[in-house]
Antibody
Framework: QVQLVESGGGVVHPGRSLTLSCATS????????MHWVRQAPGKGLEWVAI????????YYADSVKGRFTISRDQSKNTMYLQMNSLRPEDTAVYYC??????????WGQGTLVTVSS | EIVLTQSPATLSLSPGERATLSCRAS???????LAWYQQKPGQAPRLLIY???TRATGTPDRFDGSGSGTDFTLTISRLDPGDFAVYYC??????????FGQGTRLDIK
């Protein structure tokens, strides 16, 4: 069925790195832009990054620009988020979401990233 | 950056009542690219409305989105017990400007 499954979350020390994955199935991955959206504990939703359907363009929220890198592997139907120089304020559930043209029409279940010493 | 302000922060109503949720943008939302999401505890958000007024697949017709420019509304005509959740609006003016409102919590009175 159509689904997104995130993985790779965990506990990491400040300043360290972590890579999240979003495995997709049930639709033509290469036809859709994809996003990462995060939610700090007890807080609202924050958009993090977008990658074009063909990987040709990428944009980031100011809060992660220069530290996070979004990418995708069309052969594996998977999207990634490489997170470097992690800070305590990056602690959140990270969701991957499909771009349904100017909205997010499909979401994964999320993966929790905790940045703590 | 377009800032979305949702009101009220919390809305306490009873099943069967009508709910009106507001989302105001700091500047006009191009093309009415405004969406609404529902999030229940421990779950991912779920798309309800996009393009300000188009129901997503599976959204009951008691959910109605309206508005344009800077003022948008989500109306739930008759609250079902399963509708009590947090609701977020989101705008997508461009890939350089994607923002969410802070959310409205809809509680059972």
């Amino acid at each position: 069925q159509v689904q997104l499954v995130e993985s790779g979350g965990g506990v990491v020390h400040p300043g360290r790195s972590l890579t999240l994955s979003c495995a997709t199935s049930g639709f033509t991955f290469s036809s859709y832009g994809m996003h990462w959206v995060r939610q700090a504990p007890g807080k609202g939703l924050e958009w993090v990054a977008i990658i074009w359907h063909d990987g040709s363009d990428k944009y980031y929220a100011d809060s992660v620009k220069g530290r996070f890198t979004i990418s995708r592997d069309q052969s594996k139907n998977t999207m990634y988020l490489q997170m470097n120089s992690l800070r305590p304020e990056d602690t959140a559930v990270y969701y991957c979401a499909r771009d349904g043209y100017k909205h997010f029409d499909l979401w994964g279940q999320g993966t929790l990233v905790t940045v703590s010493s | 950056e377009i800032v979305l302000t949702q009101s009220p922060a919390t809305l306490s109503l009873s099943p069967g009542e009508r709910a009106t949720l507001s989302c105001r943008a700091s500047q006009s939302v191009t093309g009415s690219y405004l969406a609404w999401y529902q999030q229940k505890p421990g779950q991912a958000p779920r798309l309800l409305i996009y393009g300000a007024s188009t129901r997503a697949t599976g959204t009951p017709d008691r959910f109605d989105g309206s508005g344009s420019g800077t003022d948008f509304t989500l109306t739930i005509s008759r609250l079902d017990p399963g509708d009590f959740a947090v609701y977020y609006c989101q705008q997508y003016a461009s890939s350089l400007s994607i923002t969410f409102g802070q959310g409205t919590r809809l509680d059972i009175k």
